[in-house]
């Protein structure tokens, strides 16, 4: 009977923990990625891509919140959302094209991006 009390109770428990964990798109994204120093990288290209847009400006040194809200904003506009990925990314290989940045620093753009808003 005891025993029957204490599983209960850890599972109410495990519950309210799980319901206290906010499962937003930048969580998931921080879950994802293993490496913290790989994680930074990834979020200093979505703070560039996020700065080209001008998106959330107004919360520039909060990052989570501004993946979030473009995150929601994309769900509900995704022609929108697509067409800033589109127009940072072809800003990017331009940059290529004029030997600025690397074949390869487009394509860790590009991971980056994707892995977030894939999330």
Known sequence: MTSSIVADSMTRLQDNR???IS???????KFSVRSETTRKYYERRIRLFLDF???GLENKNNIEERCNEFAYKGRSE????????IRFL???KDR??????????LRNYVKSI???YDL
């Not at 995704?78 to 990925?85: L, R, S, Y």
């Open 53 to 55: 847009i001008n998106f």
């Open 18 to 20: 799980a319901e206290s």
């Open 90 to 92: 072809q800003f990017q």
């Open 114 to 116: 994707k892995l977030f």
């Open 96 to 105: 290529v094209e004029e030997g600025e940045i690397t074949p390869s620093t």
């Open 23 to 29: 499962l937003n798109p930048y969580v998931m994204f």
């Open 78 to 85: 995704i022609k929108w959302a697509v067409e800033q990925v």
